[in-house]
T-cell receptor, first 110, second 115 residues
Framework: QQPVQSPQAVILREGEDAVINCSSS?????VHWYRQKHGEAPVFLMI?????EQMRHEKISASFNEKKQQSSLYLTASQLSYSGTYFC???????????FGTGTRLTIIP | DTAVSQTPKYLVTQMGNDKSIKCEQN?????MYWYKQDSKKFLKIMFS???????INETVPNRFSPKSPDKAHLNLHINSLELGDSAVYFC??????????????FGPGTRLTVL
């Protein structure tokens, strides 16, 4: 089953913060976060493993709540370059297959 | 140097035709994937190969046939193309057998349009 992301879309002014959530109906083994700009390929941001630490990539961080079967991506002091569609990819039991979420479209305006 | 490359970038063809998309990675990875991204931007896995062995085969029409001549290449052949096959197809690769701590690297995508 495809993980559900929320919100579906968000518009921010440069410098504002955002949170993107990824919820699964099944127990998660790992969560991968990717960003895709229009007309381009998805680009890796970070991986969170079951039992692992919260990860950080520049001003973007993420957490993994195993009990809630959910991961959240935190974008702090957003920059114009953060615009794009964010996807979480979930793995169940480390079975090598990523199931990507429904996507969250983020638009940053000056 | 391009890490994961795909050809062609665009493919426009008529219904019923047969077409192929090629993918090559120069990262030395052992695992390669094909994904389909539809008009709603849903990204769905189709196939995965590890060292030329098929390890993931999702519910995909048998008109789609992947082929991996070696671990650096994974091609996708589609027979009897249908309108619903129109999408962007992404190839990706990953180190090892796909261990969870390894990221996937995506190719630039092939936009297939079936008329």
């Amino acid at each position: 089953q495809q993980p559900v992301q929320s919100p579906q879309a968000v518009i921010l002014r440069e410098g504002e913060d955002a949170v993107i959530n990824c919820s699964s109906s099944k127990a998660l083994y790992s969560v991968h976060w990717y960003r895709q700009k229009h007309g381009e390929a998805p680009v890796f941001l970070m991986i969170l493993l079951k039992g692992g630490e919260q990860m950080r990539h520049e001003k973007i961080s993420a957490s993994f709540n195993e009990k809630k079967q959910q991961s959240s991506l935190y974008l702090t002091a957003s920059q114009l370059s953060y615009s794009g569609t964010y996807f979480c990819g979930t793995e169940y039991g480390g079975n090598e297959k990523l199931t990507f979420g429904t996507g969250t479209r983020l638009t940053i305006i000056p | 140097d391009t890490a994961v490359s795909q050809t062609p970038k665009y493919l426009v063809t008529q219904m019923g035709n047969d077409k192929s998309i090629k993918c090559e990675q120069n990262l030395g990875h052992d695992t390669m994937y094909w994904y389909k991204q539809d008009s709603k931007k849903f990204l769905k896995i189709m196939f995965s190969y590890n060292n030329k062995e098929l390890i993931i085969n999702e519910t995909v029409p048998n008109r789609f046939s992947p082929k991996s001549p070696d671990k650096a290449h994974l091609n996708l052949h589609i027979n009897s193309l249908e309108l619903g096959d129109s999408a962007v197809y992404f190839c990706a690769s990953r180190r090892g057998r796909g261990e969870s701590y390894n990221e996937q690297f995506f190719g630039p995508g092939t936009r297939l349009t079936v008329l």
